[in-house]
């Protein structure tokens, strides 16, 4: 899954990300690329041009914090609510270790983890509703 994000709200950048996997894996790998604000709409039509077009367009307002190593973003995207991710960059060996760690950390929050079917459900129906729901 390629992604882009601009952020238009304090125009301090842009970036792009392939996200290898499926989407909701528990971990998967990350490549980014991130660019100035005036570069996004071109790598946009790159994109367009290589075939690749407009899927699904998430408009996210995130808060990004850094919790004794981990990264913990709470987004508020348009049309699908909220949403807390904890993540932490690990080995193939210690991708269990971690994974485990990061969902001590969510029951120290008291948050459930969410199962993945509910995800998919909700990600379909998001990504079915996308255009009306984000006016």
Not at 49 to 55: K, T, W
Not at 97 to 105: D, I
Not at 121 to 131: A, G, L, P, Q, T
Request: aromatic share 12%; proline share 1%.
């Amino acid at each position: 899954m390629c992604a882009g994000f601009k952020n238009s709200e304090n125009n301090k950048g842009s970036k792009i990300w392939l996200k290898k996997g499926k989407i909701h894996d528990d971990a998967r790998e990350e490549i980014e690329i991130y660019t100035e604000d005036e570069s996004f709409d071109n790598l946009g039509k790159l994109f367009n041009c290589l075939g690749h077009n407009v899927e699904i367009k998430w408009l996210r307002k995130r808060n990004e914090y850094n919790w004794n190593g981990i990264k913990v973003c709470i987004d508020y995207t348009k049309g699908y609510g909220y949403i807390i991710e904890l993540e932490k960059f690990a080995s193939e060996e210690d991708k269990e270790k971690v994974l485990e760690e990061l969902k001590e950390k969510l029951n120290e929050l008291n948050i459930p983890l969410t199962q993945r079917e509910e995800f998919e459900e909700r990600y379909n129906y998001y990504k079915e509703n996308w255009r009306r729901l984000i006016k």
